[in-house]
């Protein structure tokens, strides 16, 4: 077994225990622990999730990007912290978004999203998802590893532009790929605008439009940082396949949600995906240029 490989399969088979420990040890002390009949299709999902990291790994193995050494570790380690930490911090109620379940501000995910772009996918996987899952048991609301997956997969894709030669290509393939993808979203959500939000209005309120527009509003900002910085290739691909790791690893999560929890098609997408990936959106066209023009100050000052 090659060293990529073998560190690709410990760091997945860590992240499992994890999510394991969590659900059988840490979610039934919480305050409102996940239904027990629920476990094993939430980590089927998780297992499904890891499988597609594995799978693009395996396809493009021979690939730098997939390089974890004593550094990497130690980015894992950090970044997961910090994750944990700062999705405690927003995750309490003063911060949530109407929808249909509990959907909370995000700003903390710029965190996965660097760290995925900046040292690699493996990096950017363990922090999302491990960093997610310490946050929600910190918040002792429960935990939800399918979700917690999910952003595992937004940290990962976030680091996957390692993969391309030509960037500047890569970059505007993940435009008109998120753009096609937030476009549907709103779509379904113009078409099933009488989904309830049930967790904070008694079942009386719709979906709000602005959350239902936010997608929208963090695609345009995402875009509109793209052209601003057309010079900097490494802010315009951090934030591009920021993006695209957020729209497709909670669309992975929401989605899951049709087996787990008996959601139907209309109701994960517009009560749960558009509430979560459009703030996210945002925070990430804010942030996350931010980060990366911090980083590449540090690097030039210690002459890396």
Request: net charge neutral.
């Amino acid at each position: 077994m090659n060293k990529s490989l073998l560190a690709m399969v410990i760091t997945l088979v860590v992240v499992f225990a994890v999510v394991a420990i969590g659900v059988y040890v840490i979610d039934p002390n919480l305050e409102f622990p996940m239904d027990r009949a629920s476990v094993p299709l939430r980590l089927l999902f998780v297992a499904i999730g890891l499988l597609i990291a594995f799978a693009v790994y395996y396809s493009t193995k021979e690939n730098s990007a997939w390089e974890v050494g004593t550094r990497q570790v130690v980015w894992m380690a950090i970044g997961a912290a910090l994750y944990a930490i700062f999705s405690f911090v927003f995750n309490g109620t003063v911060f949530f978004v109407p929808s249909v379940s509990q959907v909370a501000l995000r700003p903390a995910i710029a965190i996965p999203m660097f760290f995925g772009y900046a040292f690699g996918p493996v990096v950017g996987f363990f922090t999302g998802a491990v960093g997610n899952m310490f946050g929600d048991a910190l918040t002792g609301f429960g935990l939800s590893p399918q979700w917690s997956i999910g952003n595992g997969l937004i940290g990962f894709i976030s680091g996957l532009w390692m993969l391309f030669k030509n960037r500047r290509q890569s970059i505007n393939t993940i435009l008109w790929v998120s753009g096609v993808l937030a476009a549907l979203a709103v779509v379904l959500f113009f078409m099933n605008r009488d989904v309830i939000n049930g967790l904070y209005f008694e079942d009386t309120q719709p979906v709000s439009l602005f959350a239902g527009l936010t997608i929208v509003i963090g695609f345009l900002l995402v875009l509109g940082v793209r052209f601003f910085f057309g010079s900097n290739e490494n802010v315009a691909a951090a934030v591009t396949w920021s993006m695209l790791g957020n729209i497709l690893g909670l669309l992975f999560a929401a989605l899951s949600d049709i087996w787990i929890n008996g959601f139907t098609l209309a109701a994960t997408i517009v009560g749960q995906f558009l509430p979560a990936a459009g703030p996210n959106l945002i925070f990430a066209a804010i942030l996350v240029p931010l980060l990366v023009v911090a980083y590449s100050a540090v690097q030039r000052q210690s002459g890396r």
